[in-house]
């Protein structure tokens, strides 16, 4: 069996253990159902323990009806989590709270960022700029790397474990995540580099380089946006690892 499969036939097994048959009532299913329930909890628990903390009271409750309507798509109890930001994003009990289910997100993507397989540092590959052309050459990033946005500070509300925030959202911002050593890192993007650093993994070095003219053309507020700096900045926080063709 494959992981589709399984993934599969554990979606299927969920549903019929929730279901209100008579079968799903019985002492066997029930044990099964709190099998499930109970470590799926713990799986949630371990990997937003500050979203949790956020809830209180209510964890389990958000927890259970996460479990019953999203399921579980994934063989990997490590994976459980994948859409719980959006299931809090959907209570309306949370309408006024929108940071619990940002601090959801930014869990996540601390979770999968833990989770990236680790790569070679090779920053020797830089050397390529001068021996080929940029249109082949990309960013070659660190592990996890991507970007988290929200109208609070939710990083400092992590680091700091706040439990009761100020519920008052600031200027909408975005940070850069990424693993350096064995540990999540993170720093604000400066809203000039700020497409830079959104087609990051997606585009060549040409086109990157292209794009940091275009923005000092079209916002006089940028000018001094260098694209040899934001790439030496990339080096020195390693977020870059290299260049790959």
Known sequence: MNHTDLAY??????????????????SGIAIYRNNLVLTHRASILLTFSRTCALL???????????????????????QSGEHFA?????????AEQSYISDMAKYEWCR???????A???????IGMLSTHDWSDLYLDLA???SLFSSDYDIPRMFDAFLENPSSTP??????????????????????????????ASSISIQQ???????????????????????????????QLFGLRL
């Open 119 to 125: 790569k070679p540092l090779n920053q020797s590959s």
């Open 56 to 78: 209180g009271d209510n964890a389990h409750i958000a927890i259970y009806r996460y479990l019953t309507e999203f399921g579980k798509s994934s063989y990997d109890w490590a």
């Open 143 to 145: 592990p996890g790397w």
């Open 170 to 199: 600031s200027t909408h911002r975005t940070w850069v995540c990424w693993r350096s050593g064995d540990a999540p890192q993170q720093l604000l993007v400066p809203t000039p580099s700020l497409l830079l650093y959104q087609h």
């Open 111 to 117: 979770h999968q960022i833990n989770r990236s397989p």
């Open 9 to 26: 036939w554990q979606a299927q097994f969920i549903t019929s253990v929730f279901s209100q048959d008579p079968q799903a009532s019985s």
């Open 86 to 94: 959006q299931c809090l994003a959907q209570q309306p009990e949370l």
């Open 208 to 238: 990157l380089s292209d794009l940091t003219e275009q923005i000092k053309n079209t916002d006089s507020n940028t000018d001094e946006l260098d694209f040899m700096a934001w790439l030496a900045s990339l080096m020195q926080t390693k």
